[in-house]
């Protein structure tokens, strides 16, 4: 295919990496936020909007699931005065739960999940996360950095999981229209300590973690962290997750002005994928051909089956390096900078299935103990991704008359880079097909090869932000922000002629690697947010807010499609979202628990349609979701913690065809209510006793040509518990229980409705944790 130049804004390409390259080189101490000179801790924004890098403060009774103020110094309040709703999932209450990785953790904000598990063949991988009714896989950062790879991101070296609702093209740039997340690692503190983990549980779960912090002189300190797991998937036969991680850190400067952090992580993983169950025997589940009618009357298959082979295998290594310099020059200007380099490489091979009429084999109709199903769509994915960027922020309070400023700018430079190499089956070699009722993994002879086909993109940014909060005496706040990312992204490609939105291939064999798209794009995205906030009283909040963000194609992956249908085509403007919120927050019971509540409305514009006349696809769709959302988290005692969430999600597509099975306007992979709680009880004599609920509503799946799959799924309540109890001061065993009643229930499904995700069965995780 002719190399295409953007129509939008051509233009000479950046040199974004000499750019971050002198920034590295040049780049001086940088600061974390400082915040406004008023010094009265009785203040409670005040004392709430002081930030202590590298110091941890552990409660010396019941667990506190509250943190007031986001890691991240663009957003200079706390929770309390931050017009947008904001969740906080903090290390105590994650691992309470035992909790081990990003999705894991997610449970805890509700109506944020993996919902999806992929379109025909193609399951997704790791964090796939929806967040109200919108993919936000590709929304994930780590200290504010962005975070490529279809990946499972573990939580060992995780201090809090935060979790921004509504457009954050403001603060991140290009984003999913619904928000995003954001991990915060552990740093060194001046203390010694050290801990460790050991944990055993359903389905063969086994995993260790140990954390090390140790000082060394009056204001340095090193902390270790590392993990090894070698696990079962609780009710799920022949499905693993196998990892190791280790996360050293430095830190220079505690307590100083000046304070450098330099971090490191490198993971390992060799996973067994799940690529899911048949669907056969569901709910609303019917035959898919109406010549034998004996399959929509045939017994649900056993959740636990396994339908991969021995040669199945999800390999990851990750790594990332990262320098963070911070520098108070007084207690209302600071600087911060972060640089950070990253990479991911995933080596994927599942073997998929498609249970339609040409793939449901059945020998003898009466006899479903005959019954096989193809293994006919082995799934390769061998992709990396690198990025490199230089993150510096100015914050400054300062008055103009009797108007206070919290000020926070900066300059972003960073170059993202993804590589996919196609793999496909060799020599037409296949797999035998899978007993649906008894499948056998232990099967081999699919030899695959790389096929030549290949593609790559690269996108460099340079983005510029302001944020400012004006304080008009006490009642009234004003927040604004807008942010520029210029971006030049370049793909190139090599294609197999012949095959799907491919060049046709002439005189060649069908299937010969030739040039395929190749393309440029040099735009400018504008973000911006405008919040008014009322404090009726000290400890409370009132406010409207309104943000919009933008996402190009190719901005989940970097990587562009020739395909008219596909929102990564290079041809297309911009995918356009803005969220209307009205919200309330306050402080009770002393300023233990946090209340919030909120009303929003998202719209997405620019999406694509298909005009059923020309059947040519425009970019005239527009989809809305909205609701409500309440939270509440805390303590209600010194001993009595809580965290609870609860949201409703009407969404649909307001122009445009029908995304969901059923015809209807509703979006798919999107639960109208979702409600998930914690809570946990410390006793006098040490015992912690705890549990929680999670709630998700019926959902639609996606729309395609499938006959007889289920069109939704059920709604689902699962209930969970947890002890904890102190055995001396140097061990404390804790026993969680998952899914009490053994509630079977659809955890996610895909797009055909031929395969989807059981839920984890009832299960118990027992954890030896250790402290010196």
């Known amino acids: 295919m002719a190399f295409i130049t953007s129509r939008k804004h051509p233009g000479r390409p950046t040199a974004l990496t000499r750019s971050v390259a002198a920034s590295l080189l040049t780049g001086l101490a940088f600061a974390a936020p400082a915040h406004a000179g008023n010094n009265d801790t009785t203040d409670p924004q005040v004392r709430n909007a002081k930030r202590l890098p590298g110091i941890e403060v552990n409660a010396t009774s019941g667990a506190d699931y509250r943190t007031d103020m986001v890691d991240s110094p663009k957003f200079t309040q706390p929770l309390l005065d931050t017009p947008q709703t904001i969740g906080i999932i903090t290390r105590d209450l994650f691992e309470q739960q035992g909790a081990t990785t990003l999705t894991e953790a997610l449970r805890n904000s509700p109506g944020v999940g993996t919902f999806y598990v ?33 990946i499972s991101r573990d939580l060992f070296n995780i201090e ?51 954390d090390l912090n140790r000082q060394f002189g009056d204001h340095s300190a090193f902390r270790l962290d590392v993990v090894g797991q070698d696990s079962g998937v609780p009710g799920r036969d022949r499905v693993r997750n196998r990892r190791w991680g280790v996360a050293p850190s430095l830190a220079f400067g505690l307590g100083t002005p000046t304070r450098v952090f330099l971090d490191a992580l490198h993971i390992k993983q060799n996973n067994v994928p799940d690529g899911g169950v048949p669907t056969i025997g569901l709910p609303g589940y019917g035959s898919p051909d109406a010549t034998r009618p004996q399959i929509g009357l045939a017994p649900r298959v056993d959740s636990e089956n396994f339908y991969g082979t021995t040669q199945d295998h999800d390999r990851v290594t990750a790594d990332m390096l990262t320098l963070i310099v911070e520098h108070e020059f007084s207690p209302d200007l600071a600087l911060r900078n972060t640089t950070r380099w990253g990479r991911t490489h995933q080596d994927y091979l599942l073997t998929s299935f498609r249970a339609d009429a040409g793939n449901l084999l059945t020998p003898d109709p009466a006899d479903p103990s005959t019954w096989a199903i193809a293994r006919s769509l082995p799934t390769f994915k061998r992709q990396s991704n690198r990025i490199l960027t230089s993150q510096t922020n100015l914050t400054a309070n300062f008055a103009t008359g009797a108007v206070m400023h919290n000020l926070s700018a900066g300059l972003e430079l960073t170059q993202e880079k993804a590589s996919d190499i196609d793999v496909a089956p060799r020599d037409g070699s296949t797999w035998p097909a899978a007993n649906l009722y008894h499948p056998d993994p232990r099967v081999g002879g699919l030899l695959s090869a790389e096929t030549g086909a290949w593609s790559t993109g690269t996108t460099d940014t340079a983005a510029a932000y302001v944020f400012d909060t004006l304080k008009f005496g006490q009642r009234w706040q004003v927040t604004a922000g807008v942010r520029l990312d210029r971006y030049t992204t370049r793909f190139d490609s090599v294609a197999l002629c012949g095959e799907r939105n491919s060049p046709e291939c002439g005189t060649l064999p069908a299937g010969t690697p030739v040039p395929g798209l190749a393309a440029r794009i040099v735009d400018t995205l504008p973000n911006g947010k405008l919040g008014v906030l009322y404090k009726p009283a000290p400890n409370g909040s009132i406010y409207a807010n309104f943000a919009v963000s933008q996402e190009p194609p190719g901005g989940n992956t970097l990587l562009f499609s020739s395909s008219a249908r596909s929102a990564d085509n290079p041809a297309l403007d911009p995918q356009r979202a803005s969220t209307t919120e009205l919200g309330t927050k306050w402080d009770l019971l002393d300023q233990r628990l946090l209340f919030t509540a909120a009303l929003y409305r998202t719209v997405v514009r620019n999406e694509l349609t298909q005009d059923p006349v020309d059947e040519q696809y425009y970019q005239t769709g527009r989809k809305r979701v909205q609701g409500i959302e309440l939270g509440i988290v805390g303590r209600i005692t010194d001993d009595w913690g809580v965290s609870a969430g609860f949201t409703t999600m009407d969404a649909e597509v307001t122009d445009g065809a029908a995304v969901s099975n059923d015809g209807s306007s509703d979006l798919a992979y999107t639960p109208r209510s979702a409600f998930t709680a914690w809570t946990t009880y410390h006793l006098p004599f040490g015992l912690t006793v705890g549990g929680g609920a999670r709630h998700a509503g019926a959902m639609k799946r996606g729309t395609d040509g499938a006959i007889g799959t289920p069109a939704t799924t059920g709604s689902y309540w699962v209930f969970d518990a947890m002890a904890s109890l102190p055995v001396n001061r140097y061990l404390d065993l804790q026993l969680n229980l998952y899914n009490l009643f053994d509630r079977h229930y659809v955890a996610a499904i895909n797009k055909s409705g031929y395969r989807y995700t059981p839920g984890t069965p009832r299960a118990a995780m027992l954890t030896a944790n250790i402290r010196l």
């Open 160 to 210: 809090q999981v935060e979790v921004t609702k509504g457009p954050d093209g403001t603060e991140y740039g290009r984003t999913a229209p619904t928000g995003a997340v954001n991990m915060v690692t552990r740093q060194p503190m001046l203390a010694n300590r050290a801990g460790a983990s050991l944990a055993y549980g359903s389905g063969q779960q086994q995993r260790a973690t140990a």
């Open 118 to 150: 992929g379109e025909n063949g193609s399951t997704t991988t790791g964090d796939g996360i929806y967040m109200r009714g919108f993919d936000t896989s590709g929304s994930i950062f780590v200290d504010g950095v962005r975070d490529l790879g279809s």
